[in-house]
């Protein structure tokens, strides 16, 4: 601080070397921050999701994220115990309800009341399918499904049925995510 209050020639020289090397530094940080970025983008180059959310992070550049809470007066804060505070009283206040009285009343859930999926809807997908792709792993391809005629597609639609009611997959099959493309 000396150095801006008696501003004479060798304060002034004093600040300008602390001023470049301090923006050396930050340049340097910055350097090695972006040689990591491309580093890990270059290992990520077989992972397409991660690679192209690499490239777009890094084209956005830097987004300071901003945290601002409004208390129950509409009072504006930011620092980040408060912000702590606000959501658990929040959530106390919401979770903590005392005026049910009915016990009997409607359960309300975040998930919506789907009908099971119908034979033509299951028919629709198969036919949706594409053809002459590589079969999934347990090797069943489209064009079988496709051309098993109306027997396949009943039981297909009965696989499906039994998963969406029980909400369980049969034993021998490893993952949803098979199941997800019918």
């Known amino acids: 601080m000396h150095w801006l209050q008696d501003p004479n020639q060798s304060n002034v020289?004093?600040?300008?070397?602390?001023?470049?090397?301090?923006?050396?530094?930050?340049?340097?940080?910055?350097?090695?921050?972006?040689?990591?970025k491309f580093d890990e983008l270059d290992t990520n180059i077989r992972n397409n999701r991660d690679l192209c959310r690499g490239v777009s992070?890094?084209?956005?550049?830097?987004?300071p994220r901003t945290n601002i809470v409004k208390d129950e007066k509409g009072d504006l804060f930011t620092d980040s115990h408060s912000i702590l505070v606000r959501w658990r009283n929040l959530f106390a206040l919401l979770l903590n309800e005392?005026?049910?009285?009915?016990v009997g009343q409607a359960v309300h859930t975040a998930e919506?009341?789907?009908?099971?999926?119908?034979a033509f809807e299951v028919e629709m997908a198969i036919e949706k399918l594409k053809r002459h792709k590589s079969?999934?792993?347990?090797?069943?391809?489209?064009e079988f499904l496709k051309a098993g005629?109306?027997?396949?597609?009943?039981?297909?639609?009965?696989?499906i049925k039994s998963v969406w009611n029980k909400e369980e997959l049969p034993e021998g099959v490893e993952g949803v995510d098979h199941c997800m493309y019918l």
């Open 135 to 142: 079969p999934d792993i347990y090797q069943i391809p489209a």
């Open 98 to 102: 005392n005026g049910v009285n009915d």
């Open 149 to 159: 005629g109306r027997t396949i597609r009943s039981e297909v639609h009965k696989l």
């Open 112 to 118: 919506p009341l789907v009908s099971e999926p119908s």
């Open 57 to 63: 992070d890094f084209k956005k550049g830097y987004q």
């Open 13 to 36: 020289d004093n600040l300008n070397n602390v001023r470049r090397d301090s923006s050396r530094h930050f340049r340097n940080k910055k350097n090695e921050y972006l040689r990591d």
